[in-house]
């Protein structure tokens, strides 16, 4: 039995990693293209214009995990109308987000920029890339849902050939428009808004073909009971996401404050746990699939099995990453940087790296669990207390050990959301089966 489970949890984690990885080749292609127009300007436009998008997709990544937990629940309880409404909902209010932020986007716009203090040639710039990139709201809000409906099904394959039609579509159409009709920022962001609508259009028709999902009656839509359920699961998760936002915009100001160097340092430290993230967000997305499964199948025995099984490939991947970093750190630094003063000053801050998988793997972990199972309220609470310790610890620490603290400090938050999950389960195990 043990067997079959890690089977599948690899089966599901696997592409899931290789989506996780492919995903940023998205905006590297775009640095990389205007990297070459002769102007450092244009890639600072692209750098100010991917970071605002960040921020707003950011803010609805409740439409891919809450998505995944209610149609794992349902793909569990073999429930094909359920699942038809999951995706009908999730797609409807994609599509009503996407038109907000394009009505409101002249205003998003004024704002994102005067806070990051954008000004002559470069807002310009900037302002011409996110008019044209807003566009692709509707097809990435709408991607999202149809990620987790997919997920939910056991079929992670889905949206890794969907990211590898958008890289390959965005690398094909930016350059041809770009070196072959001559066109500057501008061709950049069409080619990545046509990837965009490339992507969700395949990822429609590949949804119509295999499954053949209906729309359902309005009525059943909009029931009332399924709207609240709907819009609690993803209250909390948008709220849950404030609080991730805010730790990690936070690390960077207080970085930013601390000069060039440090501010570099931080920002290439930061990817050692940006590719760990990657590897395991793809084992949390097998955690949401399977474990809402078995809740939808109301199979608590195999739910206990799968947890353990992710709780041990959770801590296999940290003792790995320990090891990697451990032996290859400063040759995966050489590999990001070419700076040596910035290579040489992350060197103090090194050890902190280290301990990154350790205190980490449990809060991807559980993750995972409490979107499949839909406890979003309980990892609401977990993210609030961590983002509570992370801010006391930082005011307490920063000013006596400077850069340390706010690194002891990144570290307590991880941990702290690891281990009141943990802690909540056996409470939160008892009332689903109850409500069950």
Request: proline content about 3%; hydrophobic content about 55%; overall charge positive.
């Amino acid at each position: 039995m043990s067997s079959r489970i890690n089977r599948e949890i690899l089966s599901l984690a696997v592409p899931s990693i290789i989506t996780n990885i492919t995903t940023p080749l998205l905006a590297l292609m775009d640095v990389a293209i205007v990297g070459h127009m002769g102007d450092a300007s244009y890639i600072a436009a692209i750098a100010i214009g991917g970071t605002v998008f960040n921020m707003i997709y950011w803010l609805f990544a409740f439409l891919r995990m809450g998505t995944s937990g209610m149609s794992a629940q349902a793909h569990g309880a073999d429930d094909g109308h359920e699942l038809d409404l999951v995706l009908t909902r999730g797609m409807l209010v994609a599509l009503s987000a996407s038109l907000l932020i394009i009505v409101l986007s002249p205003l998003i716009g004024r704002i994102a920029f005067s806070i990051m203090d954008v000004s002559g040639d470069v807002a310009v710039m900037a302002g011409k890339y996110f008019s044209i990139l807003v566009w692709g709201a509707p097809a990435v809000l709408s991607t999202y849902t149809l990620s987790g409906w997919t997920l939910g099904r056991k079929n992670p394959k889905a949206p890794m050939w969907v990211s590898f039609i958008i890289n390959i579509g965005n690398i094909l159409v930016s350059l041809l428009l770009v070196y072959g009709f001559g066109m500057k920022i501008e061709g950049v962001a069409v080619g990545t808004l046509s990837s965009q609508w490339l992507g969700a259009l395949s990822f429609i028709i590949i949804v119509v073909h295999r499954y053949r999902p209906e729309i359902p009656a309005l009525g059943e839509i909009l029931q009332s009971r399924a709207i609240r359920r709907f819009f609690s699961v993803n209250a909390d998760i948008f709220l849950r996401t404030c609080c991730l936002i805010a730790v990690t915009v936070w690390f960077t100001r207080v970085g930013s404050g601390q000069g060039v160097t440090v501010l570099a340092v931080n920002t290439l430290l930061m990817q050692f746990f940006i590719l760990f993230s990657y590897f395991m967000d793809g084992f949390a997305f097998a955690g949401e699939s399977l474990c809402g499964n078995c809740l939808g199948a109301a199979d608590r025995p195999q739910l206990h099995r799968c947890i353990r099984a992710l709780i041990g490939w959770g801590a296999g991947v940290a003792v790995i990453f320990t090891t990697i970093y451990y032996i290859c750190g400063e040759w995966i630094m050489q590999l990001l940087s070419s700076d040596n003063n910035v290579i040489d000053a992350s060197k103090e801050y090194f050890n902190w790296v280290l301990l990154i998988p350790a205190v980490g793997f449990l809060a991807f972990t559980w993750d995972g669990v409490y979107i499949g199972i839909t406890r979003t309220r309980e990892m609401l609470m977990s993210m609030l207390f961590s983002t509570a310790i992370y801010f006391i610890l930082y005011a307490t620490l920063y000013p006596h050990l400077g850069n340390h603290g706010l690194w002891i400090a990144f570290l307590s938050y991880l941990l702290t959301r690891g281990i009141v999950l943990h802690v909540l389960s056996k409470r939160v195990e008892k009332k689903i089966f109850l409500d069950k």
